[in-house]
């Protein structure tokens, strides 16, 4: 204990290892802020739900924080729910004839934005038995002009596409919607008037208890925390579950690893004769197999579930090369004299080799399990950016992996790929610095040099 | 210079009175029981690829699913077969599909099939791709692999002796220096080795592609390639510099201390205080008495990181567009190609051979103890 603590204080000796040490109990903190905060299930329902969960976001936008860094800022997402009580100006019902009725609704929102929006979308719910309600629907520009938009008539499910609308398109001049419904009519070139806009849908409804139920969506050019992928959904889940998927896959993987790599060393060296022939034998062979090429074979053809893979890399790592370094130290330790003692008095073999042998090793062992980390939270990411991903799981790796697949260096995205990146870095970085403060600290002879 | 000096001062070391025609023989038979060996252990590791890649007869439900569509689709669209009955039409089909799968061999027990496949991919007779086809429209495996190979040895050797290299002389120079400012900073930073060189190369493709321009995205050559050879080979320097740097970051800091950190604990022993208390010019001492014998160590080192970087190619190359085995192996996993990605498989355990095989070669012209001593000194 005492000898612990004493490392602990060497530790603090070496700036890196604190350095190493926050970027570790951060990632920590964000792993378990997001387990606790996104439960397993409502992640994977936000990552794979479907439309219905992402479909208010924008699609593949930088985060909303970037404005801080930007002199035109750009807009975020205003959405506008007539179910909304908050977000809905006005709704009237007033009856025309013995079986019309027109109900109208009215959205008001600020637009305070250098930029125009992504894109303009209503999107409407209508309840009818034979006949659905009629709507028309108007743009009132804060100078007070009136453009009349499209009609439609709504069946239980509608979506209005400004964009898509060829009549609204061509009585705009060509110019796409949103772009011509937020311009100034007196500039020359495109140019943004803000000010209060005002959206009105006028419906007419044929039955008695009809009624239309409208969401208005102008899409931002940024959104949220981290932004948006390709199909709309908030990174902010996948970075945050990445952090426990990558840190527990690295922590298993590292320890699987070196401690059966440890065992099998103490094994073969304390058996000696063909047990440790066989071993070395079976290295050798091992060090040949195409560790990729195999995994990505498992991932083909058995699973992608990472837990399966993590159980495939563990076993071809347990006779790697970590197995010659073990060897030689046991070889050691096998002389030592309390070794022969405990023989003397009849300790059986097991006896000597799990409670004797392997306890004086785990000094080099912690260094070894910490440097192993990155290695293995990086060949995640590295099966991920090959299309081997976990199909439900999202991890960092499947990020940059969207990303790439989508073009995102070329055209510009860069946080898609950045943000993953950064955080990989951080952990990758975070161990690294660790484990090699405690490799100087526990192997005292790297230490004069 | 110093390498080509390499092996003269290793064999001066070595006790001279053995006559050298013994040491020619210990030489070769040494080389020949690490051929052997290799082998065998290629010949096993072969071998367990292909019960991987067999896993629970996974790949014959595929091989034998796509044998039942085609054969189904080639019957029914069959215009002469039009007037058979449904059941006819079934009886048919399998029969047809029962010859297919006889041809195949799918009928035999899966011992027998993996010896026959064992066999196959050890000469290199890998088989016909079920989708992919090289681009002098071969179906055949080993015509698409070996189109890709070239590529992929120009790529990883021109990475790896350049970073060997670089690395090497640069952490001689740091343990002359060790101490100062520059060893601190290489010291500092050699965790970042912990990233593999397909997460710098997206950030080189950012900076230099995307966000500058300077360099190409990708691919080994500009489209179209260039007519004049002296044109095509600049196009293709070009296209290299970016996977090669990011390659050499990311090996370059761990690599350079670790070899410092050998020279450093060499340069301490008795021997080198002797010979510069002789008087030898420190070029000497260190080319001799330092350089010499820590060759062996960082030789092994050098072999164990070369080993674990050729996984880092497969991924390298997809994120560059690189057209080599790698990229093969991701566009297969899309694909599902899987006579690909076992043929790939087969291609790496042999590429990984081959590599412990010259570096164990490399090690027994370095190391004199191999000559004259208990054959490998190696375990």
Redesign the interface.
Known sequence: MNALKRSLKEMANFP?AIA?GAIIVFLVLLAVYAIVAIPYDEAIRLWRGGEEIWGDNPRIVPPAWTNLFRNEKLPTTIVRNSQDESTLTSKTVTEISEDMWDVVMTFDFDYDFDAFPQDLMVFMNATFAEKGPFVSMFWITPDGREIRLGEVTAKASETYRFAQDERLLRRLKGVDPQTALFSDPNKESPTVLKGKYQLRIDAITFEEGSDLEAKFIAYGKVHGLAGTDHRRRDLTIALLWGTPIALSFGLLAALGTSIITMAIAAVGVWFGGPVDELI?RIT??N????????L???????SRSIWVILGWIILLSIFG?GI?GFRAMFMQIKEAPYIEAARSYGASSWRIIFLYLVPRIIPVLIPNLV?GI??FV?LE??LA????GDPVLPTWGKL?DDA?ANGA??N?Q?YW??EP?VL??LA??G???V??ALDRVFNP??RE? | MTEASLPLPAAAEAPTEKPSKNQALKLARYIVIKLISLFVAVIVGVYLTILIANMGGYVDDILKGQIRETTSIRISMDPARKNLSMAERNQLIDELVAIEEHRLGLDQPFLVRSFRFLGRAITLNLGRAQHMASDSGSKEVRNIITERLPPTLLLMATCNFILFFVTLFFALYLSRNYGNLLDKLVIALSPTSAAPAWFYGIFLLLLFASVLGWLPFGGMVAAPPPENPVDYALSVLRHMILPVAAWIISGFFAGVYGYRTFFLIFSMEDYVELARAKGLTSKDVERRYVLCPTLPNIITNFALTLIGLWQGATILETVFNWPGLGRLLYTAIGLYDSPVIIGSAVIYAYLLAITVFLLDFIYALVDPRVRVGSGGAKS
């Open positions: 890196s190493g070395q050798e062979v060090m040949l197999l195409p560790t990729l090429p195999i990505i074979m498992v991932g083909t053809f058995q090369a010659k440097t990155p290695a990086f990411a590295s950016l090959l299309g081997l940059i790439r260096l070329y510009g860069y790929v950045l990146a990989l870095m990758g970085l161990f690294a610095m484990g090699f002879r790297l040099v």
